[in-house]
């Protein structure tokens, strides 16, 4: 089984096939800018090359875009005082300014969160609803609104396992993971509305986690900055903070967003 010297390791070799750099650059002082290029190991959800996306474990900025804008990312992220600064508004306003000669705005602001091993397996989750593993046989039916974080109806083949808590024969909340890299897949958590606060989530999202890495594989799991329940379940789970990402898209991409939630 994977140790907990080794996730962060691995976390980081994926950032470097996303961002098209080596893994030791999210360790050094200084801020690294790369050209995006595609990368067949890259997450399998990435569309790349990147306009633009900015990644961070705390040390550094590992920056990644179009070559046409590198200079003037590199001129933002070294004018910024820190790199909370660059990640955070006011401060990253400026950055929408320069991507404005793309087409493009900033879009997602996201927590990475990654296992902590011995947290994870030492964590119990009593839970009134029976919990049962499943293959993707089980939830091949299950690709529904209710299930569309655990699940993902566009990328079924990398729906590879599933946690499911029950109430009698009915499924109440699932956990799944999507093999979106070669040795990490992703945790995505649905609880129905009715059933929620009742420590189902934490309990799959556990059991999920331990399976995975009784599988030698790395589980992380994502959510957005302003989703404190989605991070407050990462941490219960027996997860804690990884990286921080910010990524471009076109305008196009994020007004039709907008559209599709109003």
Known sequence: MIRSSDIIKIAMQQSAYDCNCNAEDFMKKENVINESVTNAKARKYLKLPFICDMVSYGTNIVACGQANLLPDIKRFIDSVPSIENC??????????????????????????????????????????????????????????PEWKNALCADRKHLDVMAVGAYDGDK???????????????QI??????????????SAITNRLARETLERDIVPFYCAAWSNIKSMKNALRSGFKPGWVEVTAKPVAFVDDMIAKRQ
């Open 87 to 144: 990640f955070e508004t006011p401060g990253l306003y400026p950055l929408n300014d320069i991507l404005r000669k793309a087409d493009a705005e900033i879009c997602f602001m996201a927590n990475y969160f990654l296992p902590d091993v011995e947290t994870v397996f030492q964590r119990k989750f009593p839970c009134k609803y029976e919990i049962r593993l499943l293959e993707p046989p089980d939830f091949e039916n299950l690709y529904l």
């Open 171 to 185: 499924l109440v909340g699932m956990a799944g993971c999507s093999a979106d890299c070669d040795r990490m897949w």
């Open 188 to 201: 995505g958590i649905d609880v129905l509305p009715e059933y929620r606060k009742q420590g189902i989530a």
